[in-house]
């Protein structure tokens, strides 16, 4: 008897055998098709609060929902289609945009949850930003500041890197672009702690967190930086402090005031990412 029924339709990334560097070309090669760009320069991951900063990065080329790409999951929720946008910069430069993010918490495995990064590395960006909406363990952090990452620590006990890929992660968190932010604005830099979720952090966990050098806790971000590491490209981390974590205010966490702190923030971020990108790429 089959275990799988002859019409489910297996992930391309679940395949036995699959390659997923194979599959990232393949999606690449239609996002080259669909934007008609042949190679973009840089490439963001816009998390919670950070969404409409691709309006003002530049001028809108093309975008299509990230379904249409091969390897990208179906939105979890409905009305939730991530979309996949193509932008002119100024200086002519072509910036990638990924409004879909699969996380690890979703339990599809990690080649999911990185194969955007991967496929920015094989559309051609050198560059890659990573945003994400996150709790702060510093208290002078109001809802709405944003953090550079410094480093990170993944708890997650899962890595993107199948066999022995001993991948160096010194300097993850590009000294270059960051030092470049911070004279565009001046910015705190914490470690990002990335839990696997989808659970907020007991107020135990967020102590430890901060005990063993954590400064931000989120669930994204961490696995994605080291695919890209592999990849070769320069990161740059973002997070917007949405909520001080569980233990650090007095009052519980909720996940609708997380949603409200992003969307208060989003002018500011989306202008902020907008300076970013002008300067670096
Ligand atoms: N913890 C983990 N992830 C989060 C948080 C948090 O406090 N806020 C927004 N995303």
Redo the contacts with the bound molecule.
Sequence with gaps: MSLTHPTDSVHPLDVPGSDPRVIAEEAASVIAERTGVSSHDIALTLG?GWGQAAESIGELVSEFPASVVPGFSKPALAGHTGMIRSIRLESGAHALIIGSRTHFYEGHGVRRVVHSVRTAAAAGAKIMILT?????LNPDWAPGTPVLIRDHINLTAASPLEGATFVDLTDLYSPRLRDAVKGLESLDEGVYVQ?R?PH??TPAE?KMAGIIGGDI???STALEAIAAREAGMEILGLSL??????GISPTP?NHEE?IAAGRDAQTRLADLLARIVKEIA
């Design positions: 919670s994400n909406g996150a709790g702060g839990f979720g907020y952090e967020v806790v989120g669930m402090i949405t909520n001080p974590a569980a966490l997380v």
